[in-house]
């Protein structure tokens, strides 16, 4: 069985197909899916979402691109608890959508990851353009003592390499798929597998043979298929340890 660890199954890509979302996910045997929270207000609808389907689990956080939207770490330990809610995030930094003075995006990402270590859930984190500031904020705020993952990965071996030595897990998308996407491949083929993720960041991104159409969870098996090519082992090898990373890293009991 598989498990898509990031996706976003309130958007209205999806929103109104989830009957065909959730047949597609047990055609291709996924078992769970995690929906990630971009902004605090579309939140109570991420949460009714895992709190309505059994497959689904949530987050809660704001995503690096939204600006001007507060937060703070009392809203977030208060909106995480609770038993559906398994992580903080998406949170980050993202220096290619935006540009200019971006310490506010700095600064509430250094406020997720305080609300991480407060309510002893792990962080999403979201990081383009940005990694060596994403480094070292992690590294300032202790953000290993949460712990978490470094979601659609698309940074360099000694960015993994790093997250992974502050107890980061290293999470691959349908980009690993992609013709032109070889540096990442060959991340890919370095990262153990004790430490991957495997996911969709649906509705964006999805997968060889399905590119430009809407992503959804159940093509994260797209992305385990591309992982097992690369490393050489079998489907069945990667799906066991990407899914029982994930239930161990969101402390969520397997059925």
């Not at 899916?33 to 009714?48: G, N, Y």
């Not at 390499?161 to 897990?169: Q, S």
Request: hydrophobic share 40%; aromatic share 8%; charged share 25%.
């Amino acid at each position: 069985m598989l498990v898509d660890s990031h996706c976003h199954l309130d958007f209205p890509d999806l929103a109104d197909k989830l009957d065909s979302v959730f047949e597609l996910m047990r055609v291709n045997d996924v078992e769970r899916a995690l929906c990630v929270s971009v902004t605090l207000e579309d939140f109570p609808r991420v949460r009714k979402l895992a709190e309505t389907y059994p497959a689904l689990h949530a987050s809660v956080g704001v995503h690096p691109d939204y600006e001007g939207l507060a937060v703070t770490v009392a809203q977030l330990v208060a909106l995480a608890d609770h038993p559906r809610v398994v992580a903080i995030g998406e949170t980050g930094l993202d220096y290619f959508r935006l540009k200019g003075d971006l310490e506010w995006q700095r600064e509430r990402f250094r406020t997720h990851i305080r609300a991480a270590r407060e309510c002893g859930k792990p962080l999403i984190i979201h990081t383009r353009e940005a990694a060596d500031d994403t480094l070292r904020i992690m590294r300032e705020e202790g953000a290993s003592e949460a712990g978490g993952v470094m979601h659609c990965f698309t940074e360099s071996w000694e960015t993994a390499e790093a997250a992974m030595d502050m107890g980061f897990h290293i999470s691959f998308s349908g980009i690993v798929t992609f013709k032109n996407a070889k540096a990442l491949k060959e991340v890919a083929c370095q990262v153990p597998l004790e430490n991957m993720l495997v996911e969709t960041d649906a509705p964006y991104l999805a997968p060889v043979p399905h590119r430009g159409k809407t992503n959804q969870p159940g093509y994260v098996r797209h992305v385990a298929e591309a992982v097992a090519c690369l490393r050489g082992v079998s489907l069945d090898q990667v799906s066991e340890k990407t899914t029982n990373n994930y239930y161990r890293l969101f402390n969520i009991v397997q059925d």
